[in-house]
T-cell receptor
Framework: RKEVEQDPGPFNVPEGATVAFNCTYS??????FFWYRQDCRKEPKLLMS???SGNEDGRFTAQLNRASQYISLLIRDSKLSDSATYLC??????????????FGTGTRLQVTL | DAGITQSPRYKITETGRQVTLMCHQTWSHSYMFWYRQDLGHGLRLIYYSAAADITDKGEVPDGYVVSRSKTENFPLTLESATRSQTSVYFC??????????FGPGTRLTVL
C-alpha cells in the first residue's frame, strides 16, 4: 500500500463549480499535512497546510480526519487558473532520523469554460 | 533575485557518463533536498542535507552522490548514468521541515 494515495483524476469541472479531492495516508504517526499545487511542467508550490481543526484560505478549505487517516481539499467557485495538479503531502518523524515528507502522485484538475 | 535555481534546465546524456546537476539557493536555508519525479511515483527523495557538510540518504539514493560544502549549494552527481535515471529532478530548500521551496527542475534524459 502506498504511504500517500490520491485519485489521479482528471477532474474536469466547469468554472464556478465546487470540487473536492481526498487523500489517504497509511502511517497513523504522521504529524503534518499539506497541499501543494503543481502546474504543468513546473515546480510544486505550497498551497496550504492542513490543521487538525480544518482551515480555510479564500476559496480553499482543507480538512484532516485523523481517525480515518485522510485529508481533503475543497475548492469553491473554481477558476480557470485553478487548473493544475494538487499534491497531498504528509510529514512523518522517525526516531533517530529527520522528518520525512511523502508526496502523493497528485490529482489533476481541469477547469473549463 | 533571491530564490532557488537549478542548472542545467535540460540535459541529454549517454549511459555511463557522469552528470552533475547544480542547485543554488540564496535564502540561507538550512535544509536542502533532491527529488526525482516520475509518472506514477510522485516526488521521491534522493538525498537531503540538514546543514553544510551534513547529508543523508532519502528513499532512492542508489547511483547518486551529493555534497554540501557551502550552505547555498547542493550539487547532485550521477556517477554513471543509466536509462532508469531519466527523470525530472527538483531541488528544494527549507528552513524547517514544513514548507519546502522548489527550484524549477532539471529534465534529464539518459540515452
Amino acid at each position: 500500500r502506498k504511504e500517500v494515495e490520491q485519485d489521479p483524476g482528471p477532474f474536469n469541472v466547469p468554472e464556478g463549480a465546487t470540487v473536492a479531492f481526498n487523500c489517504t495516508y497509511s502511517n497513523s504517526a504522521s504529524q503534518s499535512f499539506f497541499w501543494y499545487r503543481q502546474d504543468c511542467r513546473k515546480e510544486p508550490k505550497l498551497l496550504m497546510s492542513v490543521y487538525s481543526s480544518g482551515n480555510e484560505d479564500g476559496r480553499f478549505t482543507a480538512q484532516l480526519n485523523r481517525a480515518s487517516q485522510y485529508i481533503s481539499l475543497l475548492i469553491r467557485d473554481s477558476k480557470l487558473s485553478d487548473s493544475a495538479t494538487y499534491l497531498c503531502v504528509v510529514r512523518t518523524s522517525y526516531t533517530g532520523t529527520a522528518s520525512k515528507l511523502t508526496f502523493g502522485t497528485g490529482t489533476r484538475l481541469q477547469v473549463t469554460l | 533575485d533571491a530564490g532557488i535555481t537549478q542548472s542545467p534546465r535540460y540535459k541529454i546524456t549517454e549511459t555511463g557518463r557522469q552528470v552533475t546537476l547544480m542547485c543554488h539557493q540564496t535564502w540561507s536555508h538550512s535544509y536542502m533536498f533532491w527529488y526525482r519525479q516520475d509518472l506514477g511515483h510522485g516526488l521521491r527523495l534522493i538525498y537531503y542535507s540538514a546543514a553544510a557538510d551534513i547529508t543523508d540518504k532519502g528513499e532512492v539514493p542508489d547511483g547518486y552522490v551529493v555534497s554540501r560544502s557551502k550552505t547555498e549549494n547542493f550539487p547532485l552527481t550521477l556517477e554513471s548514468a543509466t536509462r532508469s535515471q531519466t527523470s525530472v529532478y527538483f531541488c528544494a530548500s527549507a528552513e524547517n521541515y514544513n514548507e519546502q521551496f522548489f527550484g524549477p527542475g532539471t529534465r534529464l534524459t539518459v540515452l
